[in-house]
């Protein structure tokens, strides 16, 4: 639960915008976490889904 909040957090405060619309600093202090959480939170969230997302990948290359 606190990965997701942390991911639709950074989602919604535009962290992954070019340029971003968000710092991690501000993400952490809207949550009330420290920033190094907030940072183990979020790639830990994001290793999740791209280990998800790869699998469809391989699998489609795979097909083709």
Same mark, same amino acid.
């Given at each position: 639960?606190?990965?997701?909040?942390?991911?639709?957090?950074?989602?919604?405060?535009? +962290?992954?915008?070019?340029?971003?619309?968000?710092?991690?600093?501000?993400?952490?202090?809207?949550?009330?976490?420290?920033?190094?959480?907030?940072?183990?939170?979020?790639?830990?969230?994001?290793?999740?889904?791209?280990?998800?997302?790869?699998? +469809?990948?391989?699998?489609?290359?795979?097909?083709?």
């Amino acid at each position: 639960p606190r990965r997701r909040k942390v991911l639709n957090k950074a989602l919604e405060a535009g +962290y992954f915008d070019i340029p971003r619309g968000s710092t991690l600093q501000e993400i952490a202090d809207d949550l009330g976490i420290a920033k190094t959480t907030a940072s183990q939170h979020l790639r830990k969230a994001e290793k999740n889904i791209m280990e998800f997302f790869i699998q +469809y990948v391989n699998i489609s290359a795979q097909n083709t």
